[in-house]
């Protein structure tokens, strides 16, 4: 009922305008967030780029898209697409770690794939946009990295994403 109430909101001016804003658009926009919780949780940190416990540091291997092995170091409690903007890997990430795009599709190796949380149905349906999505793909964005459990992490980024930039442009932490 409300949707179909929001699409008259041009027509509607002076005292019913006001009324519609105190009554009607506060139920609207009331719904649960479509990504996931822990993703709208953690969404401002991440625009503000999460740099982790800095005492509890792990490796984790990438091979970017053209094969170049590149092992970095990342922190407890960083997500694979904040590892990839503090270290400038190839990761666009263009919702900022929401859960809203598939830009930062990554391939995990098949044992990896118990040492992370399931996937949340939003996650994939985010997988299911990407380019050549196979059984162990993934959203860096979801992947939130644990000491002792995901210490030596391999990871594999497509040939090609979805991506929201001008082509070549990097992911940078605010």
Do not use: W
Not at 6 to 20: C, D, E, Q, S, Y
Not at 108 to 132: C, S, V
């Amino acid at each position: 009922m409300h949707r179909g109430a929001l699409r008259f909101v041009p027509a509607i001016t002076g005292r019913r305008m006001r009324a519609l804003h105190q009554h009607v658009l506060p139920l609207a926009f009331s719904a649960p967030c479509v990504c996931s919780q822990q993703a709208a949780l953690t969404e401002s940190r991440r625009f503000h780029g999460n740099g982790g416990d800095r005492d509890k540091p792990l490796q984790v291997e990438f091979t970017l898209p053209d094969g170049e092995v590149k092992v970095v170091t990342s922190y407890e409690g960083q997500t694979l697409l904040d590892v990839c903007a503090e270290q400038g890997l190839p990761m666009e990430g263009a919702c900022a770690g929401s859960c809203a795009c598939s830009t930062c599709h990554v391939y995990l190796q098949e044992r990896a794939m118990d040492l992370f949380e399931e996937p949340t149905d939003e996650e994939n349906d985010m997988i299911d946009q990407a380019f050549f999505p196979e059984p162990t793909s993934r959203l860096g964005c979801q992947l939130r990295l644990k000491k002792g459990v995901h210490d030596g992490l391999k990871v594999k980024m497509p040939r090609a994403t979805r991506n929201m930039y001008v082509d070549g442009a990097k992911v940078v932490p605010h």
